[in-house]
């Protein structure tokens, strides 16, 4: 006789690449943070369902970013943040 383990396998996720042109902002996915953009530097989200999410930033001076993005299990979307 033989005796198989099953495998559990992780739920596909995605990953954003966001990329901010200022230093210093505030960053928001689904309005909750993960992080603040710094010079030169993308700011990577992992771990997300596939989906629509939304994605904020923002710092005083500037006006506030807002957009909706739509994330695909195994992919890295790289996302531009004008402020």
Partial sequence: TSFEVPLK???ATGKLALVVNQVGAEVFVDEQPVGKSLAGQQLAVEGLQPGV????????????WRN??????GVSLRVDITL
């Fill in 53 to 64: 999410h939304q994605v904020r930033a923002a710092k005083p001076g500037f006006k506030e």
């Fill in 68 to 73: 909706t993005v739509n994330v695909v299990a």
């Fill in 9 to 11: 396998r992780k739920p």
